[in-house]
């Protein structure tokens, strides 16, 4: 799949305020600052469409980006560690829960690990939960950049472990080398058809 159009649609904290199309959604969701916004903008060959920074917790928003005019791709805030008032994270987990339960438009959805970390609980509660709404699951490990390939070996056998998924199940991502790129997308396209 190549990507020639990605425009953003709206920001949305609640389902009224979702946007109305026919098109398939596919979500990204992982750990504040695991580079989610970085690997969309990486997937779909633009620099800044989708904000990033390297303060946790910038996603604040469950964002909407039109690709190609015929998908979405849905930026979800980050869990976890954010430098962001508890009452505003509070709302997080909600707003979060309502669009992966509610939304019908929902193909998938890209969770994303730093290969460096082990998944912790937040991680796996989320594989749990798509798992228990039956919604297709493309776990990426991100930044490998960061590690020898000695190293990134070690580590992709110990999160397939921890998640229990097997080692193919898991696209080893660099936004800085593009390791992965194909991959993602090849994923997101069975995935949307």
Do not use: C
Not at 123 to 152: C, G, H, V, W
């Amino acid at each position: 799949m190549i990507i020639k159009h990605s425009s953003f649609i709206t920001s949305a904290v609640k389902p009224p305020q979702y946007p109305e199309t026919s098109f398939p959604e596919i979500a990204f969701a992982g750990r504040s600052n695991v580079g989610k916004s970085t690997l969309i903008n990486t997937v779909i060959n633009r620099k800044r469409l989708v904000k990033t920074s390297s303060t946790p917790g910038r996603t604040q928003l469950i964002n909407f980006f039109e690709i190609n005019k015929s998908f979405i791709f849905v930026d979800l805030p980050g869990y976890g560690y954010a430098r962001v008032p508890v009452a505003v994270k509070k709302l997080w987990g909600p707003m979060v829960e309502t669009y992966l339960s509610t939304r019908a438009l929902l193909k998938g959805v890209v969770l994303i690990m730093d290969i460096r970390r082990i998944p912790g609980a937040e991680e796996l509660q989320m594989a749990r939960f798509l798992n228990y709404l039956n919604i297709p699951i493309i776990f990426i490990i991100t930044k490998a950049d960061k590690l020898s390939k000695t190293k990134q070996a070690k580590q992709h056998k110990a999160i397939a472990e921890t998640l229990m998924v097997k080692k193919s199940d898991l696209i080893i991502f660099s936004a800085k080398s593009r390791l992965g790129k194909e991959a993602v997308l090849k994923t997101v396209e069975k995935l949307i058809i």
